[in-house]
Each structure stands twice: as structure tokens, then as C-alpha cells.
């Protein structure tokens, strides 16, 4: 059995990609496997965890609930769309590591993507705002205290809009 | 003592490569030409497997094997229990019969995951149902059907431990109470689930295994079982690990890809999705219920306490009875408890096996014990808070020896439940519940005071099984200072979060005066590791960070050696200042760090006779209180540290639905010096946040007819930001005097108090009721059920007995 291939172009961290994927390839499994973007993860691939969060024209996502055909002509970007254009770290980026809002690190793209769209929206954003922000990104390693603070630093250290 | 790195806001190693979206778990893992594993899974608890036909699937695109448990169970042995019961064997496929629904019984390798998820439907089994047994209680009766019928019962492990005149002292109290407690069945559920990659090298005839470990002797047990000799299994640490907590051991399934691997000539690996995760990754959590007895005298003074545990670990065994085991280290808690009957039973059930979680059996102690203390206060009319100021042991009765054998080596609990009630300003929190009472509410205030055992051997093998004489249980660490003068500290296992390569380059900046940003850490694979037990038990802050301070003194040493014979004066004779040594009195006679590096890298002529030149040191060291054996009577020490932590919670709850709401939370904890207080702050935090969990919401639970109801995270239900309020920590340091810089172990924070301060909140909330709820998870459903008791009768009743 072949599949039939149907081809797409997304703008991915501001690069155009062309592919030729199967109907069934969901968006995540393109950007990881095919496209390297290792950084978004995958926790539970039925839209509860958030660890496969990205931003699709600049609104959060789950990549694993989309198709990969479904992004045709749309903006994606990743967590490594997150960094300044030198590659440094991002005001969010670095705010994370100030506050240690993570450990494994597993659920940190998908937190990350969560509070830049946060912030790109409401950049004062007050601590029942962040939190509602990330209510849909499971993390089991910190009880999102440090994970809210690091949102909160990034806020006053004006995490502006950075998003392409 | 003043440091200059230790216990400082000090940012950590790796949090910068996860933010960039760098980090390498498994699923990142990519080999030239790598297939991949899906799995057909048993439907039923329990059957007999009549006949596999593998046909259909192995035509089907793309498939390269389907794999059964006949072929496989041939070729590789059984894997290692804890206990002794040899006819508990397990394998990663089933072979003749399943006995869990969700048991894998064929595995499919194909081009693409999905390739093989298709061809996994294409596997045809004709199963023929057997009787099952899923209650625990029901599978301890005579009779009862066998889940493993060569074993000849289903107790994995039985005995009644009595330390110290328990029946004397239920006669003389003044008072007794008795009552159950249940923990229910939940784990850890990181949020990546567990994954190996392996590949066969016919040339060097060797495995090499990426996977998302955090486990003992896992690369021993994996060559064990596909009967290889252990230099033929290389692991690779350095795959990072999202998330694991105890649970991330998945031994069945790295023999299982490293058979594949081998048998096809191709690298393979598999990913579980969260189902097969949650039903067949045997990565299940204590299920335990407790039959407490406490006797104890009018003026609170406790006597006695008597405990039978009966935990249900599921179909098969790994380490899990041993879960039963840790508690015995701390058995009476932070308490004055002279006499302790402990009757722990492991037994087995047609469900998802249970594997190492979090404390490894203590916080469903803790709950239980915490819930002895709230009914003896209310069976006392004594104020909680009071009764357990009472009966905690006091800071100058350290070191204090409990009757179970374990000594514990500091603290000053009452410092540091002080604290924690004046973080939360308790009179006006008390105020606040009575306020919101008079309003009309349920409201409660929770306590627990509780311990966290840690950097322990492995002797509770040895406590359960008497044929097991394991009681070392070391890490190491390796130091070099290359050429250049920069230091790298090697490190032999993998971490999951806990900022082991921060505790490394922390430690070894400490001893060398060297700054810990410009140290690297880097992982050894497992044949050139040096020994590691891994990240259990709390143990790495004590274990790997005395052992990167043991490899750093000496690196010191052998640098003021260096010195000493180039100035021709003795040791004592020198100082050491931020790795450059001078002669005491006379700086100008001085050699750099640069030019000492260089001595021992590049002129042997200026060496000490007999000394190595380079510069590199390892460091292995064991357990601070050794490896005794237990005393006939089980009398132990397993741990050498223990940490303290008071919780006071505020819980408010909806009278119409049951759904409680915390709305303050105070974690006092004292866990000795700490090396990073960032990391030990967010471990605390997400233990909590875990604690929470296993309270309030999460739970694997099994329909009468043996399946798992909760396979996703629609079920099972993992506390978000909504339902974790903000936490506060207030730390207090009594440092351990075993440890090099007073470190106590920290991993397991947090969840080992919380679910006991919440569900004494709880009862707090339904105490005007005169209704309790000593049964966890306590979902909005079982409050609300509570509530409506009370209604309808109107009078004071327990659901004590009922399970
Ligand atoms: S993997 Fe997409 S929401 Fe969990
Ligand atoms: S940092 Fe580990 S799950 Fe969030």
C-alpha cells in the first residue's frame, strides 16, 4: 500500500518549507521527524498535556491534534523560533533559566510558547492571567510556582513581542 | 560555614539547552535506518493465549518481524525480582497466558511507527478467558484465583515485624483508636513517557542502548536477560530524561528492543504512546490500604502504634514489594514512639504491575500515620498542632534511634513547624476557617510533619530477602583537569530534572576555588562509567556530590603536592587560594593554577617522584552509615539522612459539588545545607504539586471486569496550574553530621507531606459534619458523597472498614 502524498509549504521559524506528506502525518510528527525541530515534544498525542505546543500564525497550538496538510500556507513557529535572531537567548528564555522554571525540560517548549503568545497579547499580564495562560501545559516536575515567576520576570523584564 | 558556591542563587547548568529547545531525550534519538516497535496488547485480565496468527500483519508495508512471547521467552531469561518467589517470572511479551489487561503480547517492527501500528491491528490472537482476581482483599483469601498458580499463592511477601513491647504498651494506654487508611493506586506519569533505541554491532559484537532511565543496575540486568555478558551492553547517559520521579525503568522493554535489535541486524526503537504507557508500561504506583492501630494516654503521650499494609502491586513484581521496605527506616515518623508493630503484605492482582515511585513507599506511610495523629487529636480533643509538639522527637535528643533499628542523624522539628505556622500567620488562618464556617462553609486547616529518608543503600533487598546480601550502594564521580587548565567532572548515570550536572560543577567549584559556570559536566557511558546506583532514594546531593567532592580534594591534594616538592617544603607549609598555591608567609613564592596544571600535565621532571602525572582523580564512596546487615528482628539502618518537612494547608469546599480548593499552602522544610536552593525549591514545588495529585485527583482505576478506566489524560487527571495555588517554602538548615557539606537528600520533597496535610485539611473541612474520609484519592465525587451522608443521616459516621 502507498500512500498518496499531498504536497504543503509552511513558513516555519520564518524559513518556507515544501513537503510532500500523507494525509495522516500529524504537524508534530512532521516538524520532529522530517523537519529535525526535536525541540517540540510529545507527552500524550490527544491535545491534554501542551508539551506539543506551537504557535500557528502567531496563536498557540497543539501540533499533535493538527495535521500536518492542515498548516498549508500558515506560519508555524517552534521553540527554536523562540531566540533572538543571533541565537541568544530570549527575554522568555532567559527568564526561565533566571527563575528555574523548569527541570527535565520536557513541557518547557510547549510553556514557552504558551506565555510568549501570553505575552505578545498582554504584556503586563497579572499572576490568575499567567496562570490561566498555562493552564493547558501540563508540567510534572514543578507545580508551575517557578514557572509563573519566570513568566513574571519576563513581564517586567519586558518580553516583548518577538514572535515573527 | 560559609561557602563560596554552595547554597547560593546560582542559575544551573542545564537549564539553558532545554529553554533553546536542545535538549536530546530519546524520541530524539535518530540511527541510520532505525525501525520501530508497536505492540498488541491483551484485552483480557486474565486468559489463556489459544493461538497467534502474525500472517496478515507480516505482509502488511514496511514490516519487518512480528515478534511473540514463544520465541522470545526462549531466548532471553525472566528479569529480577525483589523478593524471593523464582516462580514469579516476567517477560516483556506474555508467553502461554496474560495476566493484566494491556499486557503486551506481540511486538510488530516496521519502516514507521505507523507503519507498525497498522500491521499491530493486523495480529490476530484467539485468547480463552480465565478467572481473574482484581481486589487485593478478595486475592488474599484461601482460594482465591492464583496469578501466578507456580508460586502457589499470590503473597509476594509477608511478615509481622514487633520492635520494642507493643502488646504491653496497647494494655497499659489509656486510650486506643483503630482505623483504615487507603492510598490509592497512581504513580508519577511524567510527562514523557518512557522510550529505548537500540542497535547491534556484529563487528564489536556489542548493544548500545539509548533510553529514558533512571534505574539501578540497569545495564547489568539488561545483559542479564538477553545473556550477555556485561561488557556487551554499552548504555548512553547522557539522553535526557523528561521527567521520572521512580518510575522511568522500563527494563522490559530496553531487553525487548535490544533483542529485536539484535535478532534483526537494525537498529529499533520504541516510543510508548501514553496508553500503552499508562496500561502496559508497568509503571503503576503503590495501592495500599492500612489498618492502623494507635494507644496513647489521655495527655496525648503516644505509646504504641501497630500497622498492618497490605499493598497490591499488580500481575508481576519487580522491585516493587520493596516498597513496603522503606517505610521500616521510618516507621514511627518524626514521632517518640517506643513500641511498633509494622505487618506488611505484598500481594498480586490481574492488574498493571507497580513499579518505583517518588519515596518508594513512604508518602503513603506518611499519610497514614498523619491521619493517626488528626484522630488521635480528635479523639483527645487536643489541638493537632499541640498533640504533635508533644510527641515530635526534640533537637537534643539527636542522634535518636528508633525501635525499628534506623538512627536518625538531625533536626529540630519543632524550629521548623514554627516556622511554617508563622509563614502562614496560623491564629489568623484559623480565624479565616471560622469565618468562612460561620459563613455557611466547609473549610479546614491540614498539618503533616513528616520525614524524607535519604542517600540510603539498597538494604531493604537484604530486609525482604534473606538471600540477598546487597548492601553496597556507592556512587562516584571522575574529576580531570585537562591541559588547558579547565576542569570536567564525569558523572555515570542519567538525570531526569534534578540538576545533577549543577550539584557536580557546584560541589567541585566549591573544593577548588573554581568558578562552576566555566566546569563542565559531562555523563561516562555505562563501560566506562565508574559504579553509580542512580538517582533513587534521594541519594545524589549526598552520594554523587560527596563523591565530586571526594575527586575534587584530591585533585587539590595532588596540586599541593606539586607545589610542596617544587618549593621543598611539606604540605602544611602551603596555601591554597582559588587553585594557585603559595608558600604561607611568602606570596611571592607562588605557583598558578596554569603553571601546576602544566607541572602535571607536561614536566615530569618537576613531579613528585611516584606521583601520576596528568591530573584526574576519581572519587567512589558508599553509603555515610555503611551496609549492616539487618537483626533477626528487622532492625535496620538503610538511610543515613533524614529531612523533615511541616505542611499547613487551607482548604475551602463547594458544599454543592464536593470540589475542594486550596487556597494557601506552606511548606516548612529543612533538608540541611542545600546545594542549589533553586533546585531544591522547585523540586519541593513539584512534589507538592504531585502530592496534590495523589490527594484530589489521580488514579488508575480498574472497572469490576479488570480494565483500566483511566489510560489518558482525560481520566487521569494531573493537576494543572489551576489546581496547584501558589506555594510558599520557608526553609530552616539543621545540617546532617554525615555528609561532606551538611546536605541532606531532597528529591522526594514535597510529596511525602502533602497528601497527608491535604486530606487532614479535608477532614478538617467535613469535621462539623461529623463525617471523615480517610481514602485517597478524595475526588470531588467521594467529598460530595461524604457531604451528602451527613445530610441524610445527620449523624457522625466513617467509612473506616469500607474499601
Ligand atoms: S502531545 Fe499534544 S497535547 Fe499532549
Ligand atoms: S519541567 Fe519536567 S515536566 Fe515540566
Known amino acids: 500500500m502507498t500512500e498518496t502524498l499531498n504536497a504543503i509549504t509552511v513558513e516555519v521559524n520564518g524559513v518556507p518549507r515544501t513537503a510532500r506528506v500523507p494525509a495522516r502525518l500529524s504537524l508534530v510528527d512532521w516538524l520532529r521527524d ?51 535572531p543571533d541565537g541568544s537567548l530570549s527575554v522568555l528564555q532567559d527568564s526561565f533559566c533566571e527563575a528555574h522554571g523548569l527541570q527535565c525540560g520536557y513541557c518547557t517548549s510547549g510553556l514557552l510558547i504558551a506565555a510568549q503568545a501570553l505575552l505578545d497579547a498582554n504584556p503586563h499580564p497579572s499572576d490568575a492571567q499567567i496562570r490561566e495562560a498555562i493552564g493547558g501545559n501540563l508540567c510534572r516536575c514543578t507545580g508551575y510556582q517557578q514557572v509563573v515567576e519566570a513568566i513574571r520576570l519576563a513581564a517586567e523584564r519586558g518580553a516583548g513581542k518577538i514572535t515573527p | 560555614m560559609t561557602y563560596l558556591y554552595i547554597g547560593k542563587k546560582r542559575r544551573t547548568k542545564e537549564d539553558p539547552r532545554f529553554v533553546m529547545g536542545r535538549g536530546r531525550y530519546v524520541a530524539d534519538v535518530a540511527l541510520p535506518g532505525m525501525k520501530h516497535v508497536a505492540l498488541v496488547a491483551s484485552p483480557h485480565p486474565s486468559a489463556r493465549i489459544a493461538s497467534i496468527r502474525t500472517e496478515a500483519a507480516l505482509a502488511h508495508a514496511g514490516v ?31 508467553h502461554g497466558v496474560v495476566r493484566y489487561a494491556g499486557e503486551w503480547v506481540a511486538a510488530v517492527v516496521a519502516d514507521t511507527r505507523a507503519l507498525a501500528e497498522d500491521a499491530a491491528e493486523l495480529v490476530e490472537v484467539e485468547y480463552d478467558p480465565l478467572p481473574y482476581v482484581i481486589d487485593p482483599e478478595a486475592s488474599l483469601e484461601p482460594g482465591a484465583v492464583l496469578v501466578h498458580p507456580a508460586h502457589g499463592s499470590n503473597v509476594l511477601y509477608h511478615r509481622k515485624f514487633v520492635w520494642g513491647p507493643v502488646e504491653e504498651a496497647f494494655e497499659k494506654a489509656e486510650h486506643r483508636i483503630a482505623f483504615r487508611a487507603v492510598w490509592g493506586r497512581n504513580a508519577t506519569v511524567p510527562i514523557e513517557t518512557f522510550g529505548v533505541a537500540a542497535q547491534w554491532d556484529a563487528g564489536t559484537q556489542m548493544l548500545d542502548i539509548w533510553a529514558s532511565i533512571q534505574m539501578p543496575k540497569f545495564p547489568d540486568q539488561t545483559a542479564r536477560a538477553l545473556r550477555l555478558p556485561g561488557n556487551a551492553v554499552r548504555v548512553h547517559y547522557d539522553v535526557d530524561v523528561g521527567g521520572s520521579y521512580g518510575v522511568k525503568r522500563g527494563i522490559k522493554h530496553t531487553v525487548l528492543v535490544g533483542y529485536l535489535a539484535k535478532r534483526l541486524g537494525m537498529p529499533v526503537r520504541l516510543i510508548e504512546d501514553r496508553l500503552e504507557n499508562m496500561r502496559g ?262 552520594m554523587l556530590g560527596g563523591a565530586a567532592a571526594g575527586a575534587a580534594k584530591k585533585i587539590k591534594a595532588a596540586l599541593l603536592a606539586i607545589a610542596a616538592h617544587n618549593f621543598e617544603c611539606s604540605v602544611e607549609d602551603l596555601e591554597y587560594a582559588n587553585g594557585d598555591v603559595s608558600l604561607k608567609g611568602a606570596p611571592e613564592k607562588k605557583l598558578s593554577w596554569g603553571q601546576l596544571v602544566t607541572i602535571a600535565h607536561r614536566n615530569i621532571h618537576k613531579m613528585p617522584p611516584g606521583m601520576e602525572p596528568g591530573l584526574q582523580e576519581k572519587f567512589v564512596w558508599d553509603v555515610p552509615t555503611g551496609g549492616d546487615l539487618p537483626t533477626p528482628e528487622g532492625r535496620i539502618q538503610i538511610y543515613p539522612c533524614y529531612a523533615f518537612e511541616a505542611h499547613v494547608v487551607y482548604v475551602e469546599i463547594d458544599r454543592d459539588t464536593g470540589k475542594p480548593s486550596i ?141
Open chain 1, 34 to 84: 522530517e523537519l529535525r525541530l526535536t525541540g517540540t515534544h510529545v507527552g500524550c498525542e490527544h491535545g491534554v498535556c501542551g508539551a506539543c505546543s506551537i504557535l500557528l500564525d502567531g496563536e498557540p497550538i497543539r501540533s499533535c491534534l493538527l495535521y500536518a496538510v492542515q498548516a498549508d500556507g500558515h506560519r508555524v513557529t517552534t521553540v527554536e523560533g523562540l531566540a533572538q
Open chain 2, 64 to 94: 519487518h518481524c512480528v515478534l511473540t512471547g514463544e520465541e522470545f521467552c526462549a531466548n532471553t531469561d525472566s528479569l529480577q525480582i525483589g523478593v524471593d518467589a523464582p516462580e514469579v517470572t516476567r517477560w516483556a511479551l506474555a
Open chain 2, 281 to 542: 508500561g508497568d509503571m503503576h504506583g503503590p495501592d495500599r490500604f492500612f489498618d492502623m492501630q494507635v494507644a496513647f494516654d489521655g495527655d496525648g503521650t503516644i505509646r504504641g502504634l501497630k500497622i498492618r499494609a497490605v499493598d497490591d502491586v499488580g500481575a508481576y513484581a519487580g522491585r516493587s514489594p520493596l516498597q513496603l521496605a522503606k517505610p521500616v527506616t521510618a516507621i514511627c515518623g518524626p514521632y517518640r514512639i517506643p513500641a511498633v508493630e509494622y505487618e506488611p503484605t505484598s500481594v498480586m492482582t490481574n492488574k498493571t504491575p507497580q513499579e518505583a515511585v517518588r519515596g518508594f513507599g513512604q508518602s503513603p506511610t506518611n499519610f497514614a500515620m498523619e491521619r493517626a495523629i488528626d484522630r488521635v487529636a480528635r479523639h483527645l480533643g487536643m489541638d493537632r498542632i499541640a498533640l504533635r509538639t508533644k510527641n515530635l522527637i526534640r533537637k537534643d535528643e539527636f542522634p535518636y534511634t528508633i525501635p525499628s533499628g534506623s538512627t536518625y542523624d538531625s533536626g529540630d522539628y519543632h524550629a521548623v513547624v514554627d516556622k511554617a505556622l508563622a509563614a502562614i500567620d496560623y491564629p489568623a488562618l484559623v480565624r479565616e476557617r471560622d469565618a468562612a464556617r460561620r459563613a455557611g462553609g466547609l473549610a479546614g486547616i491540614g498539618i503533616s510533619t513528616c520525614l524524607e529518608p535519604s542517600g540510603g543503600n539498597s538494604a531493604f533487598e537484604v530486609l525482604f530477602n534473606p538471600k540477598n546480601e546487597t548492601t553496597t550502594w556507592m556512587d562516584s564521580c571522575l574529576v580531570r583537569v585537562d591541559l588547558s587548565g579547565a576542569v570536567t567532572g564525569v558523572m555515570n548515570t542519567s538525570s531526569s530534572g534534578q540538576g545533577h550536572e549543577t550539584l557536580v560543577a557546584t560541589v567541585v567549584g566549591e573544593v577548588l576555588e573554581r568558578d562552576p559556570a566555566a566546569i563542565r559536566v559531562v555523563r561516562a557511558d555505562s563501560l566506562t562509567a565508574l559504579p553509580s546506583n542512580s538517582p533513587v532514594g534521594s541519594r545524589m546531593a549526598i
Open chain 2, 663 to 803: 487556597r494557601r499552602y506552606v511548606c516548612g522544610h529543612d533538608c540541611g545545607v542545600m546545594i542549589n536552593p533553586d533546585i531544591v525549591h522547585g523540586m519541593t514545588y513539584g512534589g507538592i504539586a504531585h502530592g496534590i495529585g495523589a490527594a484530589l485527583y489521580e488514579k488508575f482505576a480498574y472497572s469490576e471486569d479488570g480494565q483500566l478506566e483511566s489510560g489518558t489524560f482525560m481520566d487521569y487527571l494531573i493537576p494543572s496550574a489551576f489546581e496547584v495555588p501558589e506555594l510558599k517554602i520557608v526553609d530552616h538548615c539543621t545540617p546532617s553530621p554525615l555528609t561532606t557539606f551538611g546536605q541532606k537528600g531532597s528529591g522526594e520533597a514535597g510529596y511525602l507531606g502533602a497528601p497527608a496535610a491535604i486530606a487532614n485539611a479535608v477532614n478538617d473541612a467535613l469535621e462539623p459534619l461529623g463525617v471523615s474520609i480517610d481514602r485517597l484519592p478524595m475526588s470531588h465525587a467521594a467529598i460530595w458523597e461524604r457531604i451528602a451522608t451527613a445530610h441524610d443521616t445527620g449523624s457522625p459516621t466513617n467509612e473506616a472498614g469500607k474499601r
